[in-house]
Structures are given as structure tokens and as C-alpha cells.
């Protein structure tokens, strides 16, 4: 058996007081579910977690470690003996694995925390360069280098090139638990990693409307929900049909007012489900100016149909920004595929576009689908995604 290491860097929990174990102790539990049967063997030490396992679990590890949250970098290191020979020669190693990989100039960075070592940092550094200079694998640069080699000297001593980036934020389960109101767009599935990324636990809601949606639409949220169970650890998803209230929405209210009924109606019965899974707010894909539905005014209608507070984390960002989240988190391929979510099909041709609370009430009122609504989340189907 041989073992590999990986040393991972906390991300903003590092910034805790005295509730810092409490994040910690959540962090170390989070990392034990994507690891549970590789044999791991992880420690905290000092703001970094160390991973130990063999060599063939590397693989499972370097998954881990791309999805977990609250973790700023990783890098697998080699564990060498302490004296200058070994560590020299595992700098070679990480200098030609790097040449390979395009690399031109590199440097080291040395931390000598066992004072007991022979020699200083700046001579560590002098002499694990010295054979990468002499084989004439890679330049000396002190400024921007391409690969910056680390050399460890503590209880252990450990070497390492540029480290990963990870996903950053507080771990998944350290606060609350929020409903994300998931369609297929690219917009909502990027909402709720933002929200897992503050720690919340999350469940997900999918309104469609069969047949007017088709079942390859509700697949692909499904699809969305599994991959941000990746990210979430494990997330149930409450189906709910709404082809009842469409229809009544379509019958009743003014064609340019269907999109916000059909979005007041949407906050009812997530709220409803929020209340029963004790989830605390409410999260959307919104933000501000980017369809009729969300000019500032029919923000305001739509959040005064729920009664919690709705978090829309997307509120101040644009398009582009959101599609590089979503393809750096890995839902964008889904979310763009072409089913129709089932806001688009009841589209009104000349949308209201700055609907005032007043009318908004009256007209909810008049549809009278309370009960349809409960209906609706009554008889919903619940799925568990999770790693
Ligand atoms: P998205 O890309 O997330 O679909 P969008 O830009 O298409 O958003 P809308 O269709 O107006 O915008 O939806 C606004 C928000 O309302 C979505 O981000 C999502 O949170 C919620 N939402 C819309 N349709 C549904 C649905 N069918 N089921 C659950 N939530 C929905
Ligand atoms: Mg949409």
C-alpha cells in the first residue's frame, strides 16, 4: 500500500472566533460523507486538513475535493524524508511534472517549522533549485513564476507545486436551510450553489405543468438537482404539478398578468412546503432588470405572495456573470438544453411591467386557487439527489 497526501487549505471559516470548532467539526463531517469507505484518514492542524489514503483512492479524494465547500485550495504533496537530499529530490520531481505540463519558470518557497532542521529556509531554497537550475528543466523567477514549489520542514516534511482552486465559503450545514425555487433556466441552479457556498442546507421545489411541459423538462431539473447535490451533499426535491392553477390563472386573470399570478401562486406553495421542512427562507434565481417579471415593482409583487423572506443572490448580477458560474459549476450544459420551462409557455405577448401591489392582490384574489394550491403541494412528488 502506498499512501498519497493531500494538504487543504480552509477557506472563510478561517476568519471564525471563538464558534470557529463548530465550523470546523461541520467541515470535517462534510468531507467524511464524499469519503466514507476510501479509508481516509483526515486531520485538522492549524487551518489546514490533512488527507491520507492509498493511492488508489486519490482519485475519489481529488472529487471531494473539487466539490466540497469551505475549503479555499488543495494540493497532493510529496512526503519526503527530512534531510536536504530527499526534499531536493521531490522539487526535481514537482519541476519536471510541471515542464511537462507547459511550466517555464519556477521558484520555492520554504517554511522551516521544525527549527531543529540544519538549515535555514533560504538555504532549502537554494539547494532543492540548485539540480532543477543544473538539469536546466525550468528558469529561477522570483516574481511571477509559472510553478511555485513548496517545501514544508515540520513533524513531516512535505513538497508541492501550485495548488488548486477550490469553492471557497462556509461549510455546507452552518446556515440553515433555505426552499431554492429550481426550474431548468440557467439562472436558479447557480442561485442555489451561491447559497450553499454561505453554508445553507438546501431543498429545491419544481413547479411543471404536464403535459403543457414536457417530462424531458422535469428530467432536467432533476438533473440540475443532482448536480448540485454534488455540491450540497444531499438535496430533496419536492415536484409539484401545477397544470390545475395554470389553467386557472389562464381562464381567469388578464393575459398580461399571467407571468406574476403564476409567480404569486409559486411563492404560496413554496412557502407552504418551507413551513414543512422547517427551511427558513425562500431562494430564487431572480435579478433585477433581466425579464418583465423582474423589474423592481414585480420583485415586490412577487415576494408579497410568500411569507418568509425570499434571498435572491443573483439580484445585482448580469447574464455573463451568471453563465460563467453556471459552467464552472458544471450546470450550464443542462440548463441550456431546450425544453420549455412552464413560465414560458403561458407568456403573455405584452407582459405588465410594473405592476403595483393594489392590483396585484385584487386579481390574486379574484383566482381563488388557494385550494388548488394546497392541492398541489399535497399530492407532490419528493425526490432525494444526493452524492
Ligand atoms: P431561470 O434561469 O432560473 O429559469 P429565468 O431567468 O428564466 O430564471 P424566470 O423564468 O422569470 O427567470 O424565473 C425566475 C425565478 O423563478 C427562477 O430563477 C426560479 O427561481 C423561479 N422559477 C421560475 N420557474 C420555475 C419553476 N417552473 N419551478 C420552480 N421555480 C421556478
Ligand atoms: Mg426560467
Known amino acids: 500500500m502506498t499512501d498519497c497526501i493531500y494538504l487543504v487549505k480552509l477557506g472563510e471559516l478561517t476568519l471564525k472566533g471563538s464558534n470557529i470548532r463548530l465550523f470546523e467539526k461541520k467541515l470535517i463531517e462534510n468531507i467524511k460523507t464524499y469519503l466514507k469507505h476510501t479509508g481516509s484518514h483526515i486531520t485538522l ?42 526534499l531536493a529530490q521531490a522539487v526535481l520531481e514537482e519541476a519536471r511534472a510541471a515542464k511537462e505540463a507547459g511550466a517555464k519558470t519556477f521558484k520555492i518557497e ?15 531554497c537554494r539547494e532543492a533549485a540548485a539540480p532543477v537550475c543544473d538539469a536546466q ?79 424531458e423538462a422535469k428530467k432536467k431539473t432533476e438533473d440540475l438537482a443532482a448536480v448540485l447535490a454534488r455540491y450540497a451533499l444531499s438535496m430533496r426535491m419536492h415536484i409539484v404539478s401545477f397544470t390545475e392553477v395554470q389553467m386557472r390563472i389562464k381562464q381567469t386573470g388578464p393575459e398580461n398578468w399571467s407571468t406574476m399570478l403564476l409567480r404569486m401562486c409559486m411563492m404560496k406553495a413554496a412557502s407552504a412546503i418551507a413551513r414543512e421542512v422547517r427551511a427558513s427562507c ?62 414560458v409557455l403561458f407568456a403573455p405577448k405584452h407582459p405588465v411591467l410594473h405592476g403595483t401591489l393594489e392590483e396585484a392582490c385584487f386579481l390574486y384574489g379574484k383566482l381563488d386557487c388557494d385550494s388548488l394550491i394546497e392541492k398541489a403541494v399535497a399530492e407532490r412528488e419528493v425526490k432525494t439527489f444526493s452524492l
Open 282 to 343: 425562500l431562494i430564487s434565481g431572480e435579478s433585477l432588470g433581466q425579464v418583465a417579471s423582474q423589474t423592481i415593482e414585480n420583485l415586490s409583487v412577487t415576494e408579497s405572495a410568500g411569507n418568509l423572506p425570499l434571498l435572491r443572490p443573483l439580484i445585482g448580477m448580469d447574464k455573463e456573470e451568471i453563465t460563467e458560474t453556471a459552467i464552472a459549476i458544471g450546470t450550464y450544459e443542462t440548463s441550456i438544453l431546450p425544453y420549455e420551462d412552464c413560465c
Open 110 to 124: 520554504a517554511r522551516r517549522g521544525d527549527k531543529s532542521f540544519p538549515l535555514t529556509s533560504y538555504e532549502i
Open 45 to 86: 492542524r492549524a487551518g489546514r486538513m490533512y488527507i491520507e489514503a492509498d493511492e488508489s483512492r486519490a482519485e475519489d479524494i481529488e472529487y471531494a475535493l473539487k466539490y466540497l465547500i469551505g475549503i479555499s485550495g488543495w494540493a497532493r504533496a510529496r512526503i519526503c524524508e527530512k534531510n536536504i537530499e530527499s
Open 137 to 215: 528543466l525550468l528558469d529561477v523567477d522570483v516574481h511571477r513564476p509559472d510553478l511555485t514549489v513548496h517545501v514544508e520542514v515540520r513533524e513531516r516534511c512535505f513538497v508541492y507545486g501550485n495548488p488548486h482552486k477550490a469553492c471557497r465559503g462556509l461549510p455546507v450545514g452552518t446556515g440553515g436551510k433555505g426552499l431554492l425555487l429550481l426550474s431548468g433556466g440557467i439562472d436558479s441552479p447557480v442561485a442555489g450553489y451561491r447559497m450553499l457556498r454561505r453554508g445553507m442546507r438546501l431543498e429545491a421545489v419544481y413547479f411543471h405543468a404536464y403535459p403543457y411541459t414536457s417530462d
